[in-house]
């Protein structure tokens, strides 16, 4: 189990992992227990194979960086889930050296929109266990504030970015709790420095909007193409008209030196039925 253990705290989806670690051990632990009802030794085995997994999965939680990796790994998810594979990249590097979780590739204005999925969780977690603590709630606020600050300084770019940037929270809960009366002077600073605090729901909100847009877009540039081809088709066909009517007066042309040398062969053969009858 210690090779599974160390992989998942240092690969990037731990979530994925520990959930089914999770998941094989309360199907094993079922069957265990239904196949050994009356064997005391085999149920107190299968306790502490449940126990390890739950000690398991702390210490995966527990680790540096777990949490972040646990909103890039829903943010993730919703966006390849609605978006293109050409429209976003992740861990995307900036011109000023800084690396960004995810960057939905918007043209000109706006521009490419940088969205951070690092939400300090930890102190948000000792906040939710005790709402009164005015310390906890003390902690969980400089964080956010601070998250806030490093994302507006870090990953927005004038002239290569959107003037604006998304801080992606992992639960509709933390959503709420950061709209609430204790926290709303934190979400005015957050938005006073064009930072957006996005949940999982309006985060697939404004992914289905940037997916319409692209698609108009895209739609837009291939109507631009198709009036492009439509004036060069106009172009050639106003030099064919115009070779059209160069034709028709060769023709017409052709048409009185044919008359003419019809009247000359005419008054010739006139002329050569007189003398015969002469």
Not at 26 to 32: H, K, R, T
Not at 62 to 89: R, T, W
Not at 142 to 170: C, F, N, Q, S
């Amino acid at each position: 189990m210690q090779p599974i253990i160390a992989s998942l705290e240092n690969g990037g989806l731990i979530l994925a992992g520990a959930a089914a670690v999770a998941a094989a051990a309360l199907i094993v632990a079922m069957l265990a227990v239904s196949r050994s009802r009356r064997n005391r030794r085999d149920l107190e085995s299968v306790r502490d194979s449940i126990d390890q997994v739950r000690s398991m999965l702390e210490r995966i939680f527990n680790a540096p960086g777990a949490m972040g990796a646990f909103g890039e790994f829903f943010l993730q998810e919703l966006v390849e889930d609605v978006l293109p594979q050409s429209s976003y990249e992740f861990q995307a590097r900036l011109g000023n050296g800084r690396i960004v979780d995810c960057l939905i590739a918007f043209p000109m204005p706006p521009g490419p929109v940088p969205i951070d999925a690092k939400f300090p969780l930890e102190t948000y977690e000792a906040y939710r266990k005790d709402p009164d603590d005015r310390a906890a709630r003390g902690k969980f606020e400089k964080a956010v504030r601070g998250h806030v600050r490093d994302i507006a300084e870090r990953y927005i770019v004038r002239g290569e970015t959107a003037e604006w940037a998304l801080m992606y929270v992992p639960s509709e809960g933390i959503f709420a709790t950061l709209h609430s009366a204790p926290f709303r002077e934190v979400v005015r600073e957050a938005h006073g420095r064009r930072v957006g605090i996005v949940s999982p729901a309006t985060t697939m909100a404004l992914l289905q909007t940037v997916r319409a847009v692209m698609q108009h877009a895209h739609m837009v540039e291939r109507t631009d193409d198709v009036l492009e081809q439509l004036g060069i088709i106009a172009g050639e066909t106003d030099k064919l008209e115009s070779r059209a009517r160069d034709l028709d007066r060769q023709f017409n042309n052709a048409r009185e030196t044919l008359h003419k040398v019809l009247t000359l062969v005419a008054a010739i053969l006139r002329r050569t039925r007189t003398i015969g009858n002469e």
